[in-house]
């Protein structure tokens, strides 16, 4: 079974950054052919989506709150998914997850939707304080 470890998390100051990133925990599990997402779930909230991307990296998915300061990007010769967080405020302040699906992205408008996805990392926490 595939099995996902975040690493990268930590406590950082507001308008500051951090990379995330997500791996296989098993050499023989690539993630080649996965979509990957990023999950964070905040004290006393729901888990939200943050962001996913395709195999081949070539359709991507924000959430509004962190369009234009998150990017997910992937390394699939590394087996890696990555999260660079800039220009972090405190609301970012959540246990961040990896996540993988066999599903595709589906066209929703102008925009590409997640799947479900049927994987995931034990998370990592990122505190955005200062």
């Known amino acids: 079974q595939l099995q996902l470890v975040e690493s990268g998390g930590g406590l950082v100051q507001p308008g500051g950054g951090l990379r995330l990133s997500c791996a296989a925990t098993?050499?023989?599990?690539?993630?080649?052919?996965?979509?990957m997402g990023w999950f964070r779930q905040a004290p006393g909230k729901e888990r939200e989506l943050v962001s996913c991307?395709?195999?081949?990296?070539?359709?991507?998915n924000y959430t509004d709150s962190v369009k234009g300061r998150f990017t997910i990007s992937r390394n699939n010769a590394k087996n890696t998914v990555y999260l660079q967080m800039n220009s972090l405020k405190s609301e970012d302040t959540a246990v961040y997850y990896c996540?993988?699906?066999?599903?595709?992205?589906?066209?929703?408008?102008?925009?590409?939707?997640?799947?479900?996805?049927?994987?995931w990392g034990q998370g990592t926490q990122v505190t955005v304080s200062s």
């Open positions: 098993r050499f023989t599990f690539t993630l080649d052919f996965y979509t």
């Open positions: 991307i395709s195999s081949s990296s070539d359709r991507t």
């Open positions: 996540a993988a699906s066999a599903t595709a992205l589906r066209r929703g408008g102008n925009n590409w939707l997640c799947p479900d996805f049927d994987y």
